[in-house]
């Protein structure tokens, strides 16, 4: 009787999984698209709170917060009802540095915070897409609320989830003083200015920390 190709040709062992020299480059090409894009940010940040490698004198304007506090410790949310810590996920293609004005009723000083957050934001030219503005006022004047379409349009108005209390850091105390939170891509917020601050302050933190990280 003929043989048939099919009888004389072994048959092919069934498809094995990945050879641990794949999965070792698999996990060496996973290790490397983490480092290009979250190892510069994690390197601004530790050089930003430890001195290491930054330039001789440089000093930072705001007051840092030691240990960072995570965004989710605040309980805010979009007026939609959307988490804000949502913003600062790992799976965000887009992350951002957020300046958030808090204070309770909006007075003079509080208006001082949220046009100095504008101009420093602007200020950073090519950069200011890197940084969005926000706020959590515990009320305003008529007067700046008919201004504010206008004025502070791309400022987003945040608020508290319902039953909670925001945890601020230490040193910030909305109700008796106005003040701007610095939020880092990764949801920490990481510094705070108030009046005795300029706009010059928060530029001159902005830009160094955009020089640093690659992310945001």
């Avoid at 490397?32 to 930072?60: D, E, K, Q, R």
């Avoid at 989710?72 to 004005?101: H, I, M």
């Amino acid at each position: 009787m003929t043989m048939t190709m099919a009888n004389r040709i072994p048959q092919r062992e069934e498809a094995e999984g990945p050879s641990p020299e794949q999965i070792r480059r698999g996990r060496r090409t996973a290790i490397l698209l983490f480092s290009l894009g979250f190892g510069p940010m994690i390197l601004a940040t530790v050089m930003f709170y430890t001195g290491w490698l930054n330039p001789a004198g440089h000093t930072n304007q705001g007051v840092l917060i030691t240990p960072a506090v995570q965004v989710a410790d605040l309980g805010l949310e979009t007026l939609s009802g959307e988490p804000l810590d949502r913003r600062f996920s790992a799976a965000r293609t887009d992350p951002q540095w957020l300046l958030v004005v808090v204070a309770g009723e909006c007075d003079n000083r509080c208006e001082e915070l949220l046009y100095l957050s504008r101009q420093a934001n602007i200020a950073l030219g090519k950069n200011a897409s890197r940084v969005s503005r926000a706020a959590v006022l515990g009320g305003i004047t008529g007067d700046l609320a008919a201004r504010w379409p206008t004025e502070y349009r791309l400022m987003e108005r945040l608020v508290p989830a319902p039953g909670t209390t925001p945890a601020w850091p230490a040193g910030i105390n909305p109700e008796k003083e106005p003040r701007i939170m610095l939020i880092d891509p990764f949801g920490n917020v990481m510094m705070h200015y108030g009046p005795e601050n300029s706009g010059k302050d928060m530029l001159k933190d902005l830009k160094h920390l955009l020089k640093l990280s690659q992310v945001g």
